[in-house]
């Protein structure tokens, strides 16, 4: 094992529990990525990469290809499938051999929706949907309070000097579609937006000293990871999270890692609208059912969670918007009342985000499913 695979191997270390990537050591060759390479997986892969892969996973004696998507889950917009399924075709090397590992939690049904459509190809890769951003920025988290003895131990109500003077918390960066509807909500009711902590970066909005990167540089680049945001006090201020995931996959990010990180109740949008050819025009719907298969709580005594299964965007918005006029109009004492009666669900849901015990296990397991001994 060469240098620069001992390194990458470390550097992945930090996507799994070290239960899981020590079976993943055991069993699979990991696919080397270029660095600096945009996009990062995308760019990276060759038709030498994936020889010399196969090769070290032939010389080695294991049972796969484990290919790591580090993007928010965007593989489908990017194609990368397909430029494997390519690959695969130059080289030889069989399909079957190559796991891809993304953030999209319901790869594998968006995948085989692709392969039953086409005619090209005749074997299928497999895919696993795997939440390792969060894993990622619990990295960053913990680094950050060995570093600089920064915590995010959560305080109970009753042990606060200060309670919050806003009710919710709303950060978006890119304009998407969902974020348009969160946005015209706060600018038609100005009651609402008032008592929000809201950003909205690619419009120029964003809450002042919340990172440690320059305003601009946060508007033009919408940096965030538990190292440069300081976001402690924004959220202290307030009593839930409006959270509006990204639109790359059905996936989970830092976005959703925030509220559970620093204790927050919330209401959770996820929507997939990539444009014409590449459509997956749906919802995300089932995303806090996967929360709660992991072990994670979630807040039906705030808000209505009929959401998290209704599959037309409309409707969903209508109940959403409906959720958090709600809480909005709500006298400050009975929604402080309501917070402080879930607090010890977002201290226990702290500790799952730190642990995620459940998808680790659930990687293993089906990892331990498609090896095969090499004939």
Same mark, same amino acid.
């Given at each position: 094992?060469?240098?620069?695979?001992?390194?990458?191997?470390? %550097? !992945?270390?930090?996507? &799994?529990?070290?239960? *899981?990537?020590?079976? +993943? @050591?055991? $069993?699979?060759?990991? /696919?080397?990525?270029?660095?600096?390479?945009?996009?990062?997986?995308?760019?990276?892969?060759?038709?030498?990469?994936?020889?010399?892969?196969?090769?070290?996973?032939?010389?080695?004696?294991?049972?796969?290809?484990?290919?790591?998507?580090?993007?928010?889950?965007?593989?489908?917009?990017?194609?990368?499938?397909?430029?494997?399924?390519?690959?695969?075709?130059?080289?030889?090397?069989?399909?079957?051999?190559?796991?891809?590992?993304?953030?999209?939690?319901?790869?594998?049904? %968006? !995948?085989?929706?692709? &392969?039953?459509?086409? *005619?090209?190809?005749? +074997? @299928?890769? $497999?895919?696993?949907? /795997?939440?390792?951003?969060?894993?990622?920025?619990?990295?960053?988290?913990?680094?950050?309070?060995?570093?600089?003895?920064?915590?995010?131990?959560?305080?109970?109500?009753?042990?606060?000097?200060?309670?919050?003077?806003?009710?919710?918390?709303?950060?978006?960066?890119?304009?998407?579609?969902?974020?348009?509807?969160?946005?015209?909500?706060?600018?038609?009711?100005?009651?609402?937006?008032?008592?929000?902590?809201?950003?909205?970066?690619?419009?120029?909005?964003?809450?002042?000293?919340?990172?440690?990167?320059?305003?601009?540089?946060?508007?033009?680049?919408?940096?965030?990871?538990?190292?440069?945001?300081?976001?402690?006090?924004?959220?202290?201020?307030?009593?839930?999270?409006?959270?509006?995931?990204?639109?790359?996959?059905?996936?989970?990010?830092?976005?959703?890692?925030?509220?559970?990180?620093?204790?927050?109740?919330?209401?959770?949008?996820?929507?997939?609208?990539?444009?014409?050819?590449?459509?997956?025009?749906?919802?995300?719907?089932?995303?806090?059912?996967?929360?709660?298969?992991?072990?994670?709580?979630?807040?039906?005594?705030?808000?209505?969670?009929?959401?998290?299964?209704?599959?037309?965007?409309?409707?969903?918005?209508?109940?959403?918007?409906?959720?958090?006029?709600?809480?909005?109009?709500?006298?400050?004492?009975?929604?402080?009342?309501?917070?402080?009666?879930?607090?010890?669900?977002?201290?226990?849901?702290?500790?799952?985000?730190?642990?995620?015990?459940?998808?680790?296990?659930?990687?293993?397991?089906?990892?331990?499913?498609?090896?095969?001994?090499?004939?």
């Amino acid at each position: 094992m060469n240098d620069e695979y001992k390194l990458m191997i470390k %550097t !992945y270390g930090n996507y &799994f529990s070290k239960e *899981t990537f020590d079976y +993943i @050591k055991d $069993n699979a060759i990991i /696919y080397e990525e270029i660095p600096g390479s945009i996009p990062p997986l995308g760019g990276s892969l060759n038709t030498e990469l994936l020889n010399e892969a196969y090769n070290r996973m032939k010389e080695w004696n294991k049972s796969f290809i484990l290919i790591i998507d580090r993007t928010e889950a965007n593989w489908y917009a990017l194609t990368v499938h397909e430029k494997i399924h390519e690959l695969c075709e130059q080289t030889g090397v069989p399909e079957d051999k190559i796991v891809h590992i993304t953030n999209d939690l319901k790869c594998d049904e %968006t !995948y085989n929706k692709w &392969f039953k459509s086409q *005619t090209k190809y005749k +074997i @299928k890769m $497999n895919f696993v949907g /795997y939440p390792s951003n969060l894993f990622i920025r619990n990295a960053d988290v913990h680094k950050l309070l060995k570093d600089t003895g920064i915590s995010y131990k959560l305080k109970k109500y009753k042990d606060r000097e200060i309670l919050p003077t806003k009710k919710f918390m709303c950060l978006m960066g890119h304009t998407s579609r969902q974020r348009n509807f969160l946005w015209n909500l706060f600018e038609t009711n100005p009651d609402i937006k008032k008592d929000g902590h809201i950003s909205y970066l690619q419009k120029g909005v964003f809450l002042p000293n919340s990172s440690t990167h320059t305003d601009k540089q946060l508007v033009e680049n919408y940096w965030s990871a538990p190292s440069n945001d300081r976001l402690q006090s924004y959220h202290a201020d307030t009593y839930f999270s409006i959270v509006s995931e990204g639109e790359a996959g059905h996936a989970f990010s830092e976005k959703i890692h925030k509220s559970l990180l620093h204790g927050h109740p919330f209401i959770l949008l996820s929507c997939n609208t990539i444009d014409d050819d590449k459509n997956i025009l749906q919802v995300g719907v089932g995303m806090l059912g996967k929360l709660k298969e992991w072990g994670f709580e979630t807040f039906p005594e705030l808000f209505d969670e009929s959401y998290d299964e209704i599959d037309d965007f409309e409707k969903r918005n209508n109940n959403i918007k409906q959720s958090i006029v709600k809480l909005c109009n709500m006298e400050a004492k009975e929604l402080h009342k309501l917070c402080e009666s879930v607090e010890e669900k977002c201290i226990h849901n702290q500790k799952i985000m730190f642990s995620l015990e459940i998808p680790n296990k659930q990687v293993v397991s089906k990892l331990e499913k498609l090896e095969e001994p090499l004939i």
